[in-house]
Structure formats: C-alpha cells, structure tokens
C-alpha cells in the first residue's frame, strides 16, 4: 500500500470495508513503521471528497488486532500449532490442492470467501486461483444475506442495481439504517442534506426509530415482519390509482400486464392493517414516488434477512421499475464490477452434492455442512 521507508508522511489510499471505498490518507508509525499512526479522509477523493466513517478511522484496530493471525500456522501432529514461514505455508498449501485436484478433480476443492462489501481483494483475486485449481463451486457471507436479492435482480435485470441517492428527489430506505451501515456514498452528509431540502423526500420502512428514521420526512414503522404486505400495498395503489409508467413500461419491459392484473386486486386496506400502518400513509407514500422526477431505493438486512425476503424484494423492484425510476440520473441504475465477486445470473447448475440450488453463483451457506459430510462420492472426495 505505501512505502514503509516514507513513514511520516501521509500517503493516499483507500478503504475497502465497505464497497463504497472512500479515498483517505494514512500517517505510517509505530516500531515497525507499519502501523495506521492517524488516519483521515481525502479531500482530493472525487467520490468521497474527505468523508470517512468509523469504519475507516479504525482501519489500524482491523490491520493489527491484539488477536489477528499475522504468521502461518501449521498442526502439528499432538494438534498443537507451529509458525512456519509464508514461503513454506504456500508452497505446502498449494501442493495438497494439487494433489486434491489431481486425485478428484477440481470440482472438489471448494472456496469460501470474498465477500462484496468488505474483502475486496480476496473476492478479486479468487478467479486466478480457482481457474489454476479447475474449481467451480464457491460461497461467502453474501449468500446468507443477499441470494434473495440476486435471484429476483438476475430475472428482473441481468444485472444488479446501484441506487442514485445524491440527486434522488424522493429517497427510500427498506430495512436499512444508513446513518451507521453506510453503503452509500458520504452517508451521513448525503441524508442530511435530502431531510434539509424542502423538495426532497426521505422516507423509511423500519420497525425501530432508527437515526436514519428520525431524520426522515415519513418514517413508516411496520410491524416486525410484515414488509411484504407494506409494500404490495404500496404497489396495490401504484396500479389501481393508474399512477405507473406505461409509456416506460411498454418500451423497456415484457410481462407487465401479468403483474399489474395481479396487484389490481390487492386489498390495499387489508394489507395496510396487516403491516400496522394507515391506509392513508400508504396511499401518500406510492403517490409521492409516482409524483417524483426521481426516485432512489435501496433495502439491506432488516429486510433480507426477514420473512418473506425474496418476495420483498420483488415488491420493492416493482416500486420504482413501474414508475419509470431506472437508468437516469438520481433513480436505481445498472452497475459494473472490476472483479467477479458473485454471479447475477438465476439458471445455474445446482450443488454438487445435495443438489441445492445455485443462486447468484454462491453455494447456500446452509447446505455448505451437508456438501462436505455428506455420505456421497463428491463429499467423500473434499
């Protein structure tokens, strides 16, 4: 990252703990001159421009933990480990992948790991090692969180979505605090200055009075677990109001008469009083986003790892793909990777072992067990 021999100076870099990898500067101290001695935003940063988090203030507490791993450690045959150096570690750990791959094949060797909000780098380097070894089969804590939202943007679009909340006139965070999880660009700066303008619209779906909540203009608070039938009321009143995009819809989709027959029979009251929210909220709620020029959507665990969440995630699509909200300025666009993380992609093989289904490219984190203790040839072989 920096020359050690320069320690004194700051030095530009970035954070990768979360995907929005804000540009900072780094002051190198402590005995070895590796340490993170102070750490601050850069300024010259054309995304971040100086903004940091917590997160990437405490980068040093990450990089050198009292109880971090720093040297290979090998079992001994009493079960006890013994440091050994990196050359040896790699020069061994590669020899039994080969004989692995040689003995089974590379379909037996399986990785876990790099994730798609922090681990960049162990994510982007993975396909080197997994085209050496001949592997195919590959997970990360993005499939205990995310596969939900992956299977429905895979059908849906091809691709993910990113969601422009910088110059989004209406704003709407489902399941998701941003004023600590961040995940967007200069978050705190961002949300206050949508909850200052009077033009602009924040607008939350959380059961708790969130930080993010408390500065929103309409804070729905719906009962634990009842997003689903929140939001396919909001889209219920999108439909049955006729508050949707049809010149959009007729030009950029297929299969929109299917869905919008299903949600003109919503019972928008009904599914309100399910949710625990007034009907009349709901109804000013989806008129507001059919009114916006714009409109910026994003949802994260409170929802994905909830009931329903599949489901949830398609309502919340709907939301913005049936009000014309999608590749312009300030709304949900596509977005591209430098390195393949994961795989947006509904039709893959299934799991070689239980045959559980693949989605996004990541093996389900709750057969991973199964897949290697399994009594079957391909489990025997890992």
């Not at 080197?128 to 059908?155: I, M, N, P």
Request: aromatic share 6%; hydrophobic share 40%.
């Amino acid at each position: 990252m920096t020359d050690v021999s320069s320690a004194g100076t700051w030095h530009a870099t970035a954070c990768i703990l979360c995907e929005c990898n804000c540009g900072i500067q780094v002051e190198l101290g402590g005995e070895d001159g590796r340490h993170l001695a102070r750490i601050r935003g850069d300024r010259a940063h054309p995304s971040s421009q100086g903004y940091t988090c917590n997160k990437a203030l405490r980068l040093d507490h990450y990089q050198h933990g009292p109880d971090r791993v720093t040297r290979p450690l090998r079992r001994r045959a009493d079960g006890r480990f013994e440091e050994i150096d990196w050359d040896t570690a790699i020069r061994e750990v590669a020899a039994r992948l080969a004989k692995v791959r040689d003995t089974h094949g590379g379909e037996a060797i399986f990785y876990y790991g790099g994730g798609g909000q922090g681990n960049h780098l162990g994510g982007a380097y993975s396909g080197a090692t997994l085209s050496a070894l001949g592997s195919r089969y590959r997970s990360s804590a993005l499939a205990q969180e995310k596969t939900g939202d992956f299977w429905v943007h895979g059908f849906m679009l091809g691709t993910g979505a990113r969601a422009d909340f910088e110059h989004a006139e209406v704003a709407l965070f489902l399941g998701k605090n941003p004023w600590h999880s961040h995940g967007l660009p200069r978050a705190r700066h961002t949300l206050r200055q949508i909850s200052k303008d009077p033009a602009r619209t924040l607008i939350v779906i959380d059961p708790r009075r969130t930080e993010t909540a408390e500065l929103a203009d309409i804070h729905l608070q719906v009962k634990p677990g009842t997003d689903a039938w929140l939001v396919a009321a909001m889209v219920g009143v999108l439909v049955q109001e006729d508050l949707v995009d049809h010149a959009w819809i007729c030009e950029h989709t297929s299969g929109a008469e299917e869905v919008l027959a299903r949600f003109r029979s919503i019972p928008v009251a009904r599914y309100a009083a399910v949710a625990g929210i007034a009907e009349d909220v709901v109804r000013l709620v989806a008129r507001r986003l059919a009114s916006a020029k714009s409109v910026a959507i994003a949802e994260d665990l409170g929802v994905q790892m909830n009931r329903h969440s599949t489901l949830v995630s398609w309502v919340e699509k709907l939301l913005w793909a049936l009000t014309g909200n999608y590749a312009k300025p300030g709304a949900m666009n596509a977005f591209s990777t430098l390195g393949k993380l994961f795989s947006t992609s509904p039709r893959t093989r299934p799991s070689p072992v239980v045959g559980a289904r693949i989605i996004g490219g990541l093996v389900p984190c709750n057969v991973i067990a199964d897949e290697i203790l399994a009594d079957h040839p391909a489990a025997t072989a890992r």
